[in-house]
């Protein structure tokens, strides 16, 4: 699996990166002042947005490729302390770039950005995933989980369809805030398989206000 999604960022397989960034982030993110966790992060201009937002953001990422290309094409100044850790000169964001598995960190991240993570997953990784990012989790972080809804017997991920059950299992605090349909960006596979229902499923933890 690993050496599959490091192929796909160097053959530029990468038709689930979102260049303005995702618009239901936009819409209902309300926290500020957070250290925030970005598990697979690729190379998403949602790491700048939620730092704007008076965040301090740290990606994880198991492409290089993907962690340069997020400063270059962003013009961003970064050191490098340590192997694997890149730190932007000017903002609060750090990536690290190696198996989302074997990272660590002794501080735990107070709120957790997930678009892509969780859905990229095959069934059997999913739960793993979930229990090592609650590791890396304060006990009351706020969570944004999307994930992505549609008929399976149709078509197979990635990205894979998730019931609430599973998402509710892994995060019972998750409350569904969004459901809509979005089968515009929808795989080309999926489309060849003649799926025509395609939704993204917003889900967050201590729902407060809207973002309009």
Same mark, same amino acid.
């Given at each position: ?13 990468? /038709?689930?990166?979102?260049?303005? /960034? ?19 992060? /690729? ?12 965040? @301090? ?22 050191? @490098? @302390? ?74 197979? /991920? ?55």
């Amino acid at each position: 699996m690993i050496d599959a999604w490091i192929e796909r960022w160097q053959v530029g397989r990468i /038709g689930w990166h979102e260049p303005g /960034g995702n618009a239901s982030l936009k819409r209902y993110w309300d926290q500020t002042g957070c250290r925030v966790l970005v598990p697979l992060c /690729g190379k998403s201009a949602d790491l700048l947005w939620l730092e704007s937002q008076g965040n @301090s953001v740290t990606g994880v990422e198991l492409s290089e490729l993907a962690v340069t290309a997020f400063f270059d094409e962003n013009e961003l100044e970064y050191s @490098s @302390s340590s192997p694997g850790r890149f730190d932007a000169v000017d903002r609060n964001i750090t990536m690290v770039c190696g198996d989302y598995f074997d990272f660590v960190e002794e501080s735990g991240f107070d709120a957790l950005y997930d678009r892509g993570s969780l859905v990229a997953l095959p069934a059997d990784v999913r739960p793993d995933y979930a229990a090592h990012t609650r590791s890396l989790l304060t006990q009351d972080a706020c969570l944004f989980v999307i994930t992505v809804d549609y008929d399976q017997t149709r078509a197979d /991920g990635p990205p894979f369809s998730l019931s609430a059950d599973e998402i509710l299992g892994y995060w019972p605090d998750l409350e569904r805030r969004d459901r809509y349909d979005d089968l515009a960006n929808c795989p080309p596979k999926f489309i060849d398989a003649g799926l025509t229902e395609f939704y993204e499923v917003v889900w967050q933890s201590g729902i407060t206000t809207v973002r309009r």
